[in-house]
């Protein structure tokens, strides 16, 4: 089955409903985490883009996020490459009955936009779930005007929770070098198979490195969420304490001294610069 066509299938399955309702009451901390999200982009917003400014929501799932950037007075565009959260999103967006807003369906790889046409764009999550990132990066940086920002948000591969979870960690290797056993022995190896798991997880020293090989200035970055910790992948505490968990670890990890451990969060949020 093509990628594509899978993540429009895992999103599914999960329905516009899940998205919707996460946003409003999250049941652990991935989905805190994305609220959480949600209020660094609306806080960014109102402080950093001039009123009316044209953004796109790149990947705008049920569309709580463009809400939120049309109630902020921006002129918005809302894609996505499923048809449900399509629907969804523009169902969202009439009922907030204004008129600087359109939804459609698309290809983050091949934009049906025209250079320079917005001032900035918002993608969450979206480049977890790409093959590869030089072809999305290449249409936003298109797409965007000169000096426009991007609002770029992934998983973090070395995450604090995966990493203290050492016999998850050893499992997941040990069905990694079987599956490159496997390819060895069916004669894969380069020649262009090779497996992307979905969601991609980044390092993000090496996405930064990346986004300025794209043509983008990394201006700052905001690190959200820390757990659920596990033994073998079985949650050590229940959701709710997890969620406080996390949300103390946030507040330790600012002191000067422990700064360094905010790159162990789950999700990173860079915000980026088109350079001229």
Known sequence: MERKQRVQEMFAARGSHTWSRLYEDPADVFEDSMNQRRKFVGDYVDQKLDSDSRVLDLGCGAGVIAGDLVDAGMDVTAMDLSMEMVESARDRLLALTKEKARVLRGDSENLPFRDGDFDAIVCLGVISFLQSNEPMLSEMRRVLRDDGTLILAVRNRYALAGVMDVLLVA????????????????????????????????????????????????????????????????????????????????????????RVFQGTADVCIIVARKEA
């Open 171 to 258: 499992r997941r290797t040990a069905g990694r070098i079987r599956r490159w056993l496997k390819r060895i022995a069916k004669g894969e190896l380069g020649n262009g198979n090779r497996e992307v798991p979905i969601p991609r997880l980044f390092n993000l020293s090496g996405l930064v490195a990346e986004l300025g090989r794209a043509g983008f200035r990394a201006l700052e970055q905001k690190h959200i969420g820390y757990g659920p910790f596990t033994v073998h992948g079985r949650q050590l505490l229940s959701p709710a304490s997890s969620i406080r968990l996390s949300h103390r670890l946030d507040r330790i990890f600012r002191l000067p001294l422990l």
